[in-house]
Structure formats: C-alpha cells, structure tokens
C-alpha cells in the first residue's frame, strides 16, 4: 500500500465487505487520485499473525508484509478530511474545501456534492444499519449537521449546535439509530436524540481525576448500546454506562 505521496490520514472499512476499505489524505497532491479503494484477504492477516506469535519474544518481530494495489481511484479536489460508508456501495467524504461529497463505489464517481458553509467536515458517520441513507457531519465550528441522501439534491435538514469547539467525533448508536453522541476539544461529551435539536439528552463529564477544563476529547465510541468509551489529551480512557 503505497499509492500517496502525503501519507494517510483517514480511512474507513466497509461494514458490509470488511475485506473492502477506502483510504485519503489531507493533502493532495498533483500526483495523487484522492481516494483509494482497497481490497485484502483476511486469511493472510491470520497467517501473518500466526508468524508473529511465534516470534514474540523478538523486540521486533517480521512477518510476512505483502504489497497491494488498489481496486480502484477517485479523483477528490484538495484534500479528505473524513471517510463513512452509507451503504454498501456509497462512500460519503468531507473535504477540505468544504464540500461534501458522496460517490457512488460501483461506477466509480461523484453521485452528489453539498457545500458546507465554509466550514470542513472533520468527522462523519452514517446511520448504517437500516441504509436510511443519513449522515451527520461535524464541523471545526462546533456543529453537527444532519443530510439525507435519498433526496434527489442533498441538502442539509437540521443543525445541532453541539460545542463550542472543534468536534472531533460523532458516532450514532448502532442499535438506537435516533441516538447519537459527540465529543469536541472542548472536553465534553454529549448525547443527542436527532428527532430534537435544540439541547442534548446528556452532557457528559470524563472522571479522570485530572485537570477536566484542560481535557481535550479526540476519539469516542460505541460499546454495544449502553456504553460509550472516550479517550483524549489525558491519556485517560473513560468508561461511561447509560
């Protein structure tokens, strides 16, 4: 795996082929497509996990490391901030000039593009498990914007004005798929319904018997339906039960 000049900075697995990926960059360069698809066969991960184990005591073991190319290239203007799978064969991109855009996988272009008010999507997720087809977006603003993909033009259809800073993740719930929770540099978790925009379910706060005002929270994620762990500039993992 080596089609960049600029490194990868985002990726996504595809819930329903997990031997399928997508990988971009912030930055593009004149010699980069944009987005790379990717395709890799789990049983060599096995193998190559199997030699591993039976060098451990080495400080650095070698396994067997095999090249691949991608499937296939699309062509993205600037950078890639974000990567979320909506369907099977829809990818949703944030892009660093502040657009939007969803390809379809299976012909290999740009099925639509919404601009996001100047303001680049540095997290997505999609509401996967029925193929609704929405998305939440959040943004270096502090906002999380809601668009729906069936509708013939994507528009944006709500706005939850979440943080006061940088929004660094935004995951829904995989079992209740009108639940949804962010997290920010400004050290909060919130949880939100998205039948309901004006104020969250929950406001969180991390115990982690460190500075809390200093905290700032860059990752989140579901465990299961009733928990959800976090994790940020205190080198801290928080546990939170619902």
């Given at each position: 795996m080596e089609e960049t000049n600029c490194g990868y900075t985002c990726m996504a697995q595809n819930p329903l082929n997990l031997e399928q990926?997508?990988?971009?960059?912030?930055?593009?360069?004149?010699?980069?497509?944009?987005?790379?698809?990717?395709?890799?066969?789990?049983?060599?991960?096995?193998?190559d996990a199997d030699v591993a184990k039976q060098t451990a005591p080495m400080k650095r073991a070698r396994t067997n490391v095999s090249r691949i190319s991608p499937l296939a290239s699309l062509r993205c203007p600037n950078g890639v901030q974000s990567l979320s799978w909506a369907s099977q064969s829809v990818l949703v991109a944030g892009c660093t000039d502040h657009q939007i855009r969803v390809f379809d996988m299976e012909r290999q272009k740009v099925q639509a593009s919404v601009?996001?008010?100047?303001?680049?999507?540095?997290?997505?997720?999609?509401?996967?498990?029925n193929e609704s087809q929405l998305v939440l977006s959040g943004h270096e603003d502090g906002l999380v914007r809601l668009f729906d993909l069936r509708q013939a033009q994507v528009k944006q259809t709500k706005v939850f004005e979440c943080h006061d800073r940088y929004i660094s993740q935004v995951k829904i719930n995989p079992q209740a798929e009108n639940v949804f929770v962010t997290c920010a540099l400004d050290?909060?978790?919130?949880?939100?319904?998205?039948?309901?925009?004006?104020?969250?379910?929950?406001?969180l706060k991390r115990q982690t018997g460190a500075n809390d005002e200093d905290a700032k929270l860059f990752g989140l994620g579901w465990n299961g339906a009733s928990q959800i762990l976090s994790g940020g500039s205190d080198s801290h993992v928080s546990v939170h039960s619902m």
């Open positions: 990926f997508v990988t971009s960059s912030q930055i593009i360069d004149e010699a980069d497509q944009g987005i790379y698809l990717w395709e890799v066969n789990p049983d060599s991960w096995a193998a601009f996001t008010n100047h303001k680049v999507a540095t997290t997505l997720d999609c509401n996967f498990a050290g909060l978790l919130k949880l939100w319904d998205l039948r309901n925009e004006q104020a969250p379910l929950y406001v």
